[in-house]
């Protein structure tokens, strides 16, 4: 099992909680997450702050791809993967001042 938990957004208090992306941008990734969603997502699992998303393995190309363009858009949220013999998990978590947003945000990921 190998966990990739570098590089780390820094999902710290001080981290303003904001999306860099601009409209048509933010409208593409959210396209791609549904789709990437519908086609290899298999499990998904909230507590809380954390969302952890089991995505099939031959995704995993994509699924790494997609967490490094939102680490680089999203640094307040916190991206950690785990690779499995027939999954990749996505754990994501979100700091506490992301509260109010978090069921919009999450709500994305999930499906």
């Given at each position: 099992m190998a966990v990739d938990k570098a590089p780390s957004s820094g999902?710290?208090?001080q981290t303003e909680v904001r999306c860099a992306l601009g409209p048509a941008e933010f409208r593409n990734r959210l396209a791609r997450i549904r789709d990437l969603t519908h086609r290899a997502l298999r499990e998904r699992q909230r507590e809380?702050?954390?969302l952890t998303l089991a995505y099939d393995a031959g995704a995993a190309a994509e699924v790494r791809e997609l967490v490094a363009l939102e680490r680089?858009?999203?640094a307040f949220l916190d991206f950690q993967l785990d690779e499995r013999a027939d999954r990749l998990v996505l754990?994501?978590?979100a700091p506490p001042s992301a509260q109010g947003a978090i069921e919009e945000i999450f709500s994305e990921f999930a499906g």
């Open positions: 999902c710290t208090p809380g702050l954390q680089a858009c999203c754990t994501i978590t």
